[in-house]
C-alpha cells in the first residue's frame, strides 16, 4: 500500500506549493535583472540574448558575425589558458546549428571578446536562486503556523452534557463578559488549548531582510520607508554596498563594449537603468531643501 502523502492549497502537495513558490520568485527576480542594463546600438534580440546568457552563465563571447554583416553573440568553451588563469583560446557554442558560426578554435581579443557581468565570472542564477530558496522555505512555514492557527477548540464533554457545553462555548463566543456554570458543567467540560506560537511577524520581516540582501546583491534600491535613528550608519552602509554593486557590473560590461570596439570595431554600450541611493542625511538635506524653497516663493506646506 502507498503511503498517503498529506496535501494544502487546493490538493497541491507541499513539494509542489514550495517548487510554485519558488518558480513564482524566481520568475520576479529574473525580470528585475533583465530590466537592469540598458543596452544602446544591440537589437532586442540581442540585448535579450546577452542578458538572459549572464543570468544563466555569468558570461558570453562576442564575434564578428560575417555572414550577416553585424555583431554576435554565443557561449564559448575554454580551450586554452595563459599565465594568469585568463582564457586565451575559445571555441563558440553553436547551440542552434546557426550558418555562419565560426566552428574553429579563435584566439581571445583578436578573433573574438570575452564579457563577464560579475567579477567571479559566475552565473546571477546561482546567487538568486540561494536567497529564493531560503524564501521559499520561510513562505512554507508561514504558511504552516497560519494552518495552525486555524486550529478550533477541542471540548471533551459527556454525552448528557453535550448540549450544556454548546451553549456555554456560544455564550463566551457571543462575547459575554461572565458565563455562570454549575460546578458539574466545569468539570465535564474540559477545552484543549493549542498553545502555537504566532511568529508569522518574525517571519515576514525576516523573509523582508533576506529579499533586501538580494537586492542589494543585484545593486537595487531597497531602502526602508521608515528611518530609524538609531540605524542611519546601517542603513547608509547598505546604501553603499547597493552603489558598489551596481556600479561593479556596470564596470565590467563597459570593460566588453570597450573591447569589442577596440577588437570587433563595433560601438555598444550599456548603463544601469537604476539611479544611485543617497544616503539618509542627504536625502533628508534635500527634502528639507526644498521646504525651504517652497517657503520662499510662498509655496504651501
Known sequence: MSKRTETLYYGSTPDEVYNRIKTNLMNKYYNIFMNS??????????????????????QIAAFDFKAIDEIGF????????GLYDVPTDVLLVNERNVPGIPSNILKVDK??????????????????????SRMAQVEMVINTNLELHKMPWVVGVSDQDTTRARNTINKILNNEIVVFMSLDEVQNVQALVTNTPYIIDNLYAYKNNLESELLTYLGIDNSQIDVDKLAVDQINANNQLINSNAKG????????????????????????????????HQDMDKSNSNMEDKNETGGTL
Open 37 to 58: 542594463m540598458e543596452w544602446t546600438d544591440l537589437s532586442r534580440e540581442q540585448e535579450d540574448y546577452v542578458m538572459r546568457k549572464f543570468w544563466a552563465e555569468g
Open 249 to 280: 557590473y556596470e564596470k565590467e560590461l563597459k570593460k566588453f563594449c570597450d573591447k569589442i570596439q577596440e577588437v570587433l570595431g563595433y560601438t555598444i554600450s550599456v548603463k544601469t537603468t537604476t539611479e544611485p541611493v543617497m544616503s539618509v
Open 111 to 132: 578573433n573574438v571578446v570575452l564579457g563577464y557581468f560579475q567579477r567571479n565570472h559566475k552565473p546571477v542564477k546561482m546567487m538568486v536562486e540561494w536567497y529564493v
Open 74 to 81: 554565443a557561449p564559448f568553451s575554454v580551450c586554452g589558458i
